[in-house]
């Protein structure tokens, strides 16, 4: 295939950019060869030509289809190259939010510096046992392979993670070991795994510091193993650490600091137990200062030291160790204070009494003087003498920094050491899995000889990689048999032989640090002139002489000279060391002691220490002879013996790489930074990865994937049965360069853009059948439309027609009907015309002539006014003229009189001004002046009142007067008008008013007439008009009222529906709720029980070991028995795991966390101990009182008289009531007051003090009983024999009666000896006189004597328990007493001993006072038994006496008296439906019936349920014995039976399935047959017969039921691990509807996955298991609605599964798949439909899946498509939807995808939802089942036992 092909118009290419990196452009043309230059359209549609390479003539790289854009593994790109990898990662993390990718055999890691929601358990759940390449890209993918290697391969494995400062590598590997802690399934492993995880604390506080790309970069190299046992369990870890930088305790650069343990000492100098450390704040040490920022924005150092300080309480550092550590990393603060002076040009002093140096010796334990003598000297030794030298000031400021070093390296490997104790295990490790957490390549602006080493070790991992790499691809080719051509990939060991080779730099350095008077000047000139021009990979910067580059594998680094023998050497003074080694302090000679052996490189190591973790000791002192090992080993020679060590562990191991990229260095999430990222693609190896596998043939797709792409290619006569022929006979023909393709035996090969190609034709050739539909569609709408619209023309012309027809007729008619209309209308108008001018002519005539005699009226009136007008013009004048002259009187007057009043006061002014003298000597006047001016004051008030008075009263007065003044002026213009009238008008005027009068009363009446009428019409219009209003407005309120009533009480009643719908949803949710709760404790304690179990078992092997002592088991499983076991006897291997532990034995270590909850436990046993001493004693007292008085009752019942036996009943009575009463009340306080675990099923001495209680109580209860009546009969007997001259006998006052405490009892005594001893009537009289009261007043006295005894011996009782209770209390306080000494003697031991010996206290203790309560308890039991035999000896003496009195009976004496049988009554039933069995047959009975049965055949031949009935009808049988013993253990052996049956075959469907129906069926029986009413409503009469009688199994009911949960719960989970592997392939992977999935090329892992399928299941599969699981339940007779139970929590797991796996599945969200998904849901529901199931509520638990299948196939580009999501996808979370929105995959190139505007508006849309952050279902919740009541309609009576169940012994009665 030739460029050309490749190359045309509008195909899309990256070329080189210097901001972007790479530029997308398009091509304008097609490229012809030998062109130089192209035409490009960049996308910003900017033109562009391109100038191609003139020397090699390189195109530029093709850009990948879009569908293949965002692809899951880099190497399923068409086009491998560095572009196409930059521009996926950027896809994936910027469009997506996807941060792992996969390239090949590496998992790119990208920081997006945010928090995400992908590391729950949910998730790693979701990835257990996923093959690598069904699943999205993740850590856990990574860790599941390497776990699953393990296993399968029983091979090492090691997780290699490596990336830049800030990358996240350690957050990586933190989440690879919290999935293998979550997925070994041991129960120990959380531990371990917190132990793990509680070491980062501590490492990072020791081991990280802030640097200027990283807040919390790590500071050295790590690599964790974590060991696995024979099952695959976590036992322990051990870590190995590499190249710490110690160099930073004395210098940081700017903006950087220290380790973070130092800044936390000091943000914690205010805690007490720091004041010893005399710590200031980090701005004030010099080792803490040197950056300049001593703070972290964001970070509180003092809650870190909290956390670290916790960390190690965990790891077992215990507090004085800490305060140890803390004290020397003090002292290091304090020594990078010591100051040095100079004496001269070469030596120095240190101030005496230095502060700094004082506080270092202090801590450290050393002499002062000693240090400051070294510190300042060095010693040197000659062959014949030594001699002391002093140094300089920089001699001695180097010196006391090395020494910092070299305390903080051994403190650090100290740590190191501890950690790696407390993370070992003693058992034996089986294989591990390795965390390999190391720096990445790293090249600052000044590199050093950290930074050398660093990139020493990324050379040796990257030819690893590289060899690993290349291994793999050379075994895929050989698997496949095709053939096999070298690949040339880069190979850097020219570069290693540079730096590790003989003559090569390190071997160089360490030559150079030999010299004496090297220098790094003389080993840079070594440098050059050894490989300067003989290696290609060395290089000289042209403008300095102390630094060389080295060509690395990720790009050229130039280092810096400057330091490399110094710190290669790691000097320090011997002389120090020794001074330090005669510390006083224990930790830290502890440090120091074994030096040489650490430094030794054949000295044996702990485990998991490497020699680089440990810094050498480079001596000054050398003595011929005795030069050591430590002297020859310098920090770089360790470095690469301890890098072979690594490499030969990872070489040893199945590795697996994690690549960490960070994408920017300003910490922005999810933002890419392109230049960043090509750095560390290039450094880290992944480029070197595409382009191995691009160099051979990069792109592998199955025959049967290809066959399915590229079907549309093919043509019919092609396709053959052979697939493997027709892919081969295709690609023939459609590429010609057979080598750009190989054949394999399951894969096809193709080399780099070939895929491309085939993509190139496949969519031509669908966009060319794409056309040609299209053309063919148009063509036929076009048709179809030209049809509707010709038949469309022809109905509109028709009717245009007739319409037009009818409007012309319509015309006609109108006009001569217009014609007749102005005929008449004319007429009307001229008649009209001529009535309204004869009526104006009229009109105008009239109103004429009123006119004129108007006019002349008024002329004359206006005549008359104006006189009258005159003459009061006049006189007004007149009047104002006099008042004006009046008014200036007035005021000349006043002015006059102002004047002359000024004069008068002025002289008064100045005859006061002469009396002034007169007032100081009448200082009293004053006073009178003022009272006088007082009184002043209050006359002017008053004149100002009366002033106001007077002045209203002239208001009142002028205007009055007014008033009257007009009324006088009128009446005189009256008069005058009058008068005037009179003069003029004589008898004119008796005419014109005569005239007048008529015209007014005619004009009157006319006005009166039409006023009325007006006013009648307008009340009658308003009347109208306001009744139409109102009528209106009463019509408009009616109907707004019904509308309203009508909406109100829609409105009630939607929400009353809608709040009682509400409500009952809330109180289900709230039961199911509250029932899950109770069933998960359920399903809990159904784990613990069964761990006991194997815990007792284990225990129990254990102790039957010879030598192995005897261990006694945890205190919180001390139980005897389960819940629902009844039994109180103990067996010999409990017994034996009661004894105390053999002192011998190993010791293992405790966690403190168990120990506190054993004191607590401890305390509680204490308790519960106390309180059953307390209730045993009163016990026993009960006992001797019960025995006592049975004893006496059997001396007196022998030669008492029978007269006396009532007294005998009553007593008995009130004693029989006063032992239920106190029996009671030691029930009550067993109940109340113990503590909670000893009222718990697992406590033994509660469950067998209760047992004999009941046992006790309930026999006595049938005992006394019996015996009561027995002496009732012969009470009644005797009394009829006896003769009448008994009854006038003296009475005798029985010894009963004295020893009766009641005074109620006495008299009821006296009462019944009164009535015993009545006379006849006849002799009434007679014993009166006989002395009856005599007798009476006798009785009273004797009575009060037996108070009085009564009260003494009470009142002596109660001192003795007040006595008693008085000795307890001491002896508890003497028991308090110890315990607290004991207690404090703990307190001082070690903690591993502490624990130990409380312990070993604790359990001697206990178990001695058990073994103390179980022989009261056994001593119990026979008094009690005791008792039994007595009563029964004493009913029979008393049957003996009974038969020898009736002998001595005469016939008519029982005549008169008919005696009665003695009968002890018994209920007795009917005896049909019972099953009879002898005691010991129970064992047989139950291992028949439960143990050995097999459901199968049960199921297919007999009826369903019949275990369930044949154990009813046993304890029918033995109800109706009355046998509680006989109950109470067939329902224990029967519970106990089941739960050993489905421990042992619980795994089996059919057993769990069987034994969940007759469990239910038995409870349903014990329901049915209760004799509840609630129960009995379904029975027939027959049924209701058969009910029990004598006892309330109410209480076994529960735990049947609690039972049936617990086998529910294991159906569930059985069915769950056989659906579970056939889920995700049937409902995704499986193509139900074969060609509308497409297939998009497999990248890597999907060949490399860890196990190959072991068949493909289909959704038929699924449906069969149904099936399958239906009929099986059908066959069992399962309850209907338990079945619908099961069925909905069957297709709740399919649906979450199928969910999760979606979601965390980008190759899956397709709109083919969305159509695949909801066809395999409606093939479900189906199935519901089919089975009638479809109430049961398993539709709706799909309704995610399917609402997910919506979400991919609906329309997602618009406002009004984000709409219709929202309101659609309901049962979907706002994450789901976001996260599918994002992973939403074209699979062909005419879909599109989802774009971040339209995510983003869905998010802003679903914002206000309220619903889980959580991403995934929970796939393993079991919903909460019921069982609701079902009775049966089968007859007991009718039941046949088969012979083939072996039950021969039961007999029917």
């Not at 090949?104 to 990835?127: C, K, S």
């Not at 009929?1671 to 209907?1680: A, F, N, R, T, V």
Request: charge should be neutral; aromatic fraction near 8%.
């Amino acid at each position: 295939m030739a460029a050309s092909e490749l190359y045309t118009k509008y195909a899309r290419v990256w070329i080189p950019d210097a901001e972007e990196v790479w530029k997308s452009a398009e091509l304008l043309k097609d490229y012809k060869a030998g062109d130089v230059w192209l035409k490009l359209r960049l996308e910003d549609g900017t033109d562009l030509d391109y100038q191609l390479d003139p020397k090699t003539k390189q195109l530029p790289h093709l850009r990948n289809p879009d569908i293949l854009v965002g692809e899951n593994d880099l190497t399923a790109l068409s086009y491998l190259h560095e572009p196409a990898v930059l521009h996926n990662l950027k896809v994936r993390f910027i469009d997506s939010k996807l941060i792992y990718t996969y390239c090949g055999i590496v998992l790119v890691a990208i920081n997006p510096y945010e928090q995400l929601p992908i590391y729950g358990e949910d998730i790693i759940n979701a990835y257990s046992g996923q093959n690598m390449g069904d699943m999205d890209p993740h850590i856990f993918a990574v860790a599941e392979e390497a776990y699953k290697q393990m296993a399968r391969d029983e091979r090492n494995q090691s997780i290699i993670v490596s990336g830049e400062s800030g990358a996240g590598k350690t957050v990586s590997a933190k989440y690879a070991m919290r999935y293998f802690a979550t997925v070994s399934g041991s129960a120990s492993e959380a531990n371990v795994e917190e132990k793990v995880l509680a070491s980062n604390p501590i490492m990072e506080s020791i081991g990280n510091a802030k640097t200027t790309r990283n807040d919390n970069s790590s500071r050295f190299g790590k690599y964790i193993e974590i060991g696995f046992d024979k099952k695959y369990h976590i036992i322990g870890a051990n870590m190995r650490t590499y190249l710490l930088e110690k160099s930073r305790v004395v210098f940081q650069a700017e903006e950087e600091r220290n380790y973070h343990i130092f800044y936390q000492l000091c943000a914690s100098a205010s805690l007490p137990e720091f004041k010893t450390l005399k710590l200031v704040t980090a701005s004030k040490f010099r080792y803490t200062n040197l950056g300049g920022n001593p703070v972290i924005d964001g970070v509180d150092d003092a809650k870190e030291m909290l956390t670290t300080r916790q960390a190690c309480t965990l790891l077992g550092i215990n507090e004085s160790y800490q305060m140890g550590v803390f004290r020397i990393l003090a002292g290091i603060l304090h020594l990078g204070n010591v100051e040095f002076k100079d004496r001269d040009a070469d030596s120095c002093i240190i101030p005496p009494n230095h502060d700094p140096l004082c506080i270092f010796c202090d801590l450290m334990g050393v002499s002062y003087e000693d240090m400051a003598h070294w510190l300042c000297h060095r010693k040197l030794a000659t062959a014949t003498e030594t001699y002391i030298k002093p140094i300089s000031r920089l001699q001695a400021t180097n010196a006391r920094d090395a020494l910092a070093k070299h305390i903080y390296a051994n403190l650090f490997n100290w740590i190191v050491d501890n950690v790696n104790r407390a993370l070992h295990s003693t058992m034996k490790q089986h294989s591990f899995i390795g965390v390999l957490d190391i720096y990445g390549f790293e090249t600052f602006e000044i590199n050093s000889f950290e930074q050398f080493c660093i990139n020493y070790a990324n050379e040796k991992l990257q030819q690893q990689f590289n060899m690993h790499v290349f291994k793999l691809e050379q075994e895929e080719y050989m698997k496949e048999e095709i053939p096999w051509t070298l690949i040339d990939f880069y190979d850097n060991q020219p570069c290693i032989n540079l730096i590790e080779a003989k003559l090569g730099v390190l071997d160089l350095l360490d030559e150079e640090c030999r010299m004496p008077k090297g220098s790094d000047s003389t080993w840079a000139q070594k440098l050059y002139n050894t490989h300067l021009k003989k290696s290609a990979l060395f290089e000289k910067p042209r403008l300095s002489n102390k630094a060389f580059i080295i060509k690395h594998f990720a790009d050229k680094v130039e280092y810096q000279c400057d330091g490399f023998l110094e710190k290669n050497k790691d000097t320090v003074f011997e002389e120090q060391i020794a001074v330090l080694k005669a510390s006083r302090f224990d930790l830290l000679r502890e440090l120091f002691q074994d030096d040489i052996h650490a430094l030794s490189p054949t000295s044996s190591l702990p485990p998991g220490r490497t020699p680089l973790s440990r810094a050498g000791i480079k001596s000054i002192k050398s003595r011929p002879g005795q030069a050591s090992n430590e002297h020859k080993k310098t920090v770089g020679h360790q470095f690469r013996n301890s890098l072979q060590l690594l490499m030969e562990t990872l070489n040893a191991t199945t590795p697996h790489y994690v690549r960490c990229i960070k994408p920017n260095d300003f910490k922005y999430p999810f933002t890419f930074d392109a230049k960043r990222a090509v750095q560390q693609l290039r450094a880290c190896g992944v480029l070197e990865t595409i382009r191995i596998s691009a160099a051979g043939f990069p792109s592998r797709w199955t025959y049967q994937e290809f066959f399915s792409r590229y079907r549309v290619l093919m043509k019919q006569k092609d396709i053959l049965i052979d697939k493997k022929e027709t892919c081969r006979n295709v690609l023939e023909k459609l590429i010609k360069d057979h080598d750009k393709y190989q054949f394999g035996k399951t894969k096809i090969f193709f080399r780099a853009g070939q895929v491309a190609y085939l993509e190139k034709l496949r969519a031509d050739k669908l966009r060319a059948a794409c056309i040609r539909i299209q053309k063919t569609i148009r063509g036929w709408l076009m048709r179809k439309k030209y049809l509707r619209m010709q038949k469309a023309a022809i109905t509109i012309q028709r009717y245009v027609r007739g319409y037009q027809a009818r409007c012309y007729a319509q015309f006609l008619r109108r006009t001569r009907a217009a014609v007749i209309i102005q005929k008449f209308q004319r007429m009307y108008v001229v008649r009209q015309r001529y009535k309204r001018m004869q009526a104006a002519a009229i009109h105008i005539q009239a109103h004429w002539r009123g006119y004129s005699a108007k006019k002349r009226y008024n002329a004359m009136l206006c005549e008359h006014k104006a006189t009258i007008i005159q003459k009061h013009v006049r006189g007004w004048l007149s009047r104002c003229w006099f008042r004006r002259v009046i008014t200036a009187i007035i005021y000349l007057q006043c002015c006059y009189r102002r004047m002359m009043a000024k004069r008068e006061l002025k002289k008064l002014k100045i005859e006061a001004r002469s009396v002034e003298h007169y007032k100081k000597l009448n200082i009293g006047m004053e006073n009178k002046i003022l009272q006088l001016q007082c009184k002043i004051n209050d006359q002017n008030k008053e004149n100002k009142n009366l002033l106001e008075k007077l002045i209203n009263l002239e208001t009142t007065y002028s205007a009055e007067r007014e008033r009257l003044r007009s009324d006088v002026e009128r009446l005189r213009m009256t008069e005058e008008e009058g008068k005037n009238a009179i003069n003029r008008i004589t008898s004119l005027l008796e005419e014109i008013a005569q005239l007048r009068r008529e015209l007014e009363s005619t004009q009157t009446e006319k006005k009166s007439i039409e006023e009325t009428a007006d006013r009648y019409k307008r009340e009658t219009e308003l009347l109208v008009t306001e009744l139409k209003e109102q009528n209106t407005l009463l019509k408009s309120e009616k109907d707004e009222l019904n509308q309203r009533l009508q909406q109100q009480a829609k409105e009630m009643t939607e929400s009353l529906t809608k709040e009682a719908a509400e409500e009952k949803k809330q109180l289900e949710c709230e039961l199911n709720d509250e029932r899950s709760r109770y069933q998960n404790l359920l399903t809990e304690f159904s784990r613990l029980e069964e761990r006991y179990d194997d815990i007792k078992e284990e225990m129990t092997l254990m102790v039957n070991l010879p030598k192995a002592g005897q261990r006694r088991r945890d205190s919180t499983h001390s139980s005897n028995e389960s819940e629902y076991t009844f039994s109180s006897e103990i067996t010999e291997a409990e017994e034996s795991m009661l004894r105390p532990e053999d002192a011998s034995e190993k010791k293992a270590p405790l966690d403190m966390s168990l120990f506190l909850k054993l004191q607590k436990r401890v305390t509680e046993l204490e308790q519960e101990k106390q309180s059953l001493q307390d209730e045993l004693d009163k016990k026993e007292e009960q006992a001797q009182r019960i025995k006592a008085k049975e004893e006496d009752f059997n001396v007196r019942a022998r030669g008492a008289e029978l007269e006396y036996e009532s007294l005998k009943r009553q007593e008995l009575e009130s004693e029989n009531k006063k032992l239920k009463n106190e029996l009671n009340e030691l029930r009550k306080s067993l109940t109340e007051k113990a503590a909670p675990e000893v009222t718990a099923p697992g406590a033994p001495a509660y469950k067998v003090l209760m047992e004999q209680l009941n046992s006790v109580s309930e026999e006595l209860d049938v005992r006394k009983e019996e015996v009561l009546i027995l002496r009732s009969q012969l009470v009644s007997q005797k009394e009829a024999i006896r003769t009448k001259n008994i009854m006038t006998e003296t009475v005798v006052v029985p010894e009963d009666v004295k020893k009766m405490k009641d005074r109620e009892e006495i008299a009821q005594a006296y009462v019944g000896l009164k009535e015993t001893n009545r006379p006849s009537a006849q002799d009434f009289h007679t014993l009166n006189e006989d002395g009856e009261l005599w007798l009476v007043y006798e009785g009273l006295k004797q009575a009060n004597r037996l108070l009085e005894s009564q009260f003494q011996s009470q009142k002596k009782s109660y001192d003795n328990e007040v006595e008693a209770l008085r000795g307890e209390i001491q002896s508890l306080k003497e028991e308090n007493n110890r315990q607290q000494q004991l207690l404090a003697q703990n307190l001082q031991l070690p903690p591993e001993a502490r624990i130990e010996a409380s312990l070993q206290h604790e359990i001697t203790r206990l178990t001695n006072e058990n073994l103390d309560l179980m022989e009261q308890l056994e001593k119990q039991d026979k008094t009690v038994r005791k008792l039994k035999k007595q009563l029964k000896v004493f009913a029979k003496k008393i049957g003996e006496l009974e038969v020898g009195q009736m002998e001595n009976i005469s016939p008519g004496q029982i005549i008169d008296e008919p005696i009665r049988p003695v009968n002890i009554p018994r209920k007795e039933k009917d005896f049909q439906g019972m099953l009879e069995y002898k005691k010991e047959d129970e064992p047989k009975l139950v291992k028949n019936l439960i143990l050995e049965l097999k459901p199968r055949g049960v199921a297919v031949n007999l009826i369903p349920g019949l275990p369930a009935y044949i154990l009813f009808m046993c304890v029918r049988h033995a109800d109706y014995l009355n046998d509680d013993q006989k109950v109470r253990s067939l329902l224990t052996s029967t519970i106990n039976g089941i739960k050993k049956v489905l421990k042992k075959r619980g795994d089996d469907f059919e057993t769990a399935s069987f034994w969940l129906s007759n469990t239910c069926r038995f409870l349903h029986c014990l329901k049915q047959y209760s004799g509840e009413e609630a129960f009995m409503k379904h029975n027939t009469p027959r049924q209701n017969e058969h009910c029990l009688t004598n006892f309330d199994l109410a209480e076994y009911r529960q735990v049947l039921s609690d039972l049936a949960i617990q086998i529910y719960q294991q159906l569930v989970r059985v069915l769950e691990n056989l659906l579970q592997p056939m889920i995700v392939p049937a409902m995704l992977e499986h193509e139900t509807i074969q060609g509308v999935s497409g297939v998009k090329p497999p990248g890597l892992r999907k060949r490399t996955s860890s196990v190959a399928d072991e068949g493909t299941y289909t959704l038929d599969s699924i449906i069969r298991q149904l099936n399958t699981f239906h009929s099986i339940q059908c066959q069992h007779g399962m309850d209907p609605e338990l079945i619908k139970q099961v069925v909905k929590q069957l297709f709740y797991i399919v649906g979450a599964v199928t969910l999760n796996n979606l979601l965390l599945r980008k190759d899956m969200c397709s709109w083919s798949k969305g159509m695949q998904i909801r066809y395999n849901v409606s093939q479900l529901e189906e199935w519901l439909r089919d089975k009638n199931l479809m109430n049961s509520g398993a539709k709706e638990t799909l309704e995610p899946l399917i609402q997910a299948a919506q979400l991919l196939q609906v329309k997602k580009k618009t406002d009004e498509d984000a709409e219709a999501i929202c309101s659609m996808c309901t049962a979907l979370t706002t994450a789901q939807i976001v996260k599918v929105l994002n992973l939403y995959t074209p699979v062909n190139e005419f879909e599109e995808r989802v774009s971040i505007g339209f995510i983003r508006t869905i998010q802003i849309r679903l914002r206000d939802r309220k619903d889980s952050p959580q991403l995934l279902m929970d796939a393993k919740h079991i919903f909460p089942v019921t069982f609701p009541f079902n009775p049966s309609s089968v007859a007991l009576e009718t039941i046949q036992i088969p012979s083939s169940l072996g039950l021969g012994f039961l007999t029917r009665v």
